[in-house]
């Protein structure tokens, strides 16, 4: 297995969640951090256990729907450790309604997080990861990447297009030292679920009740995540399902792919 120790990984979402478990298990690899956040308190306490665990970390507040923000960030991380090796594009959010239901607001306030993010963190890293051996682009999809889900109708285009955006990425970057990672995560235990926004027609407690839902379907922790990103990172995997239940999806939709989506009606519908 690769070595990590003294490689810059640039995390995105780093104030908690994946984020935020990612970071202090790339610090315990030897990483030196770079990470960002638009949550400025999270983010700041993620430094601090970085460097409570003895890591070294950088941070800035990014809005990553924001190019300017991101390419500032990229132009940071440069000038501070004078190369980047990682950059896990992570930041997301979700939005729950029907397309009908969804105003165009609300629609390009997820692709701007989901999507844009993902583009704006690639581009501006990626000159600097082709001057380095070996490079790697995480980019964090979802299992409802691979499937379509009633009322999740914005969600599921942002994570179906970051993993043909990253799958072409591949095809392109097969002749560079550059690893572009897809990763698939199930339900992971993270502060997605209490941060989802609804439309209105889903009444004025679906937030609290979703939360509580997805806390007893999700079964994997943050910290089971990002050590199944580590590992993918070291073995240079491109594609990455995190959970029985991402994997399960992921049959299924092999299997029927004609047909899973009734599965998902009685499971989401």
């Avoid at 607001?105 to 993010?117: A, D, K, P, Q």
Wanted: glycine share 8%; proline share 2%; aromatic share 10%.
């Amino acid at each position: 297995m690769k070595s990590l120790e003294k490689k810059v990984a640039a995390i995105t979402g780093a104030a908690s969640g994946i984020g935020r478990s990612l970071a202090l298990a790339l610090a315990r690899e030897g990483c030196f951090l770079a990470l960002a956040d638009h949550n400025k308190k999270g983010l700041d306490e993620t430094v601090r256990m970085v460097k409570d665990a003895g890591g070294v970390a950088m941070s800035q507040v990014v809005d990553v729907a924001n190019r300017s923000q991101v390419e500032r960030f990229a132009a940071a991380v440069i000038k501070k450790y004078k190369q980047a090796d990682i950059v896990v594009n992570n930041a997301g959010v979700t939005l729950f309604g029907r397309l009908d239901d969804v105003s165009y607001r609300e629609f390009e306030w997820i692709m701007g997080i989901n999507l844009w993010g993902v583009v704006y963190g690639t581009r501006a890293f990626l000159p600097h990861l082709r001057n380095r051996p070996e490079a790697w682009v995480v980019n964090l999809s979802s299992a409802f990447g691979l499937v379509g889900v009633p009322s999740q109708t914005t969600y599921c285009a942002t994570k179906f297009a970051v993993r043909g955006f990253t799958e072409s990425l591949q095809r392109e970057l097969k002749d560079t030292p550059i690893t572009a990672i897809s990763v698939h995560p199930g339900g992971i235990k993270t502060n997605i679920a209490y941060n989802a926004r609804f439309t209105s027609g889903f009444g004025k407690d679906a937030n609290k009740k979703f939360a509580r839902r997805f806390d007893r379907m999700a079964k994997t922790s943050a910290d089971q995540a990002a050590g199944a990103i580590v590992y993918a990172i070291k073995r240079k995997k491109r594609r990455l399902l995190i959970g029985a239940d991402a994997k399960l999806i992921d049959i299924v939709q092999r299997i029927f792919p004609s047909f899973y989506g009734r599965i998902m009606d009685a499971l989401f519908g």
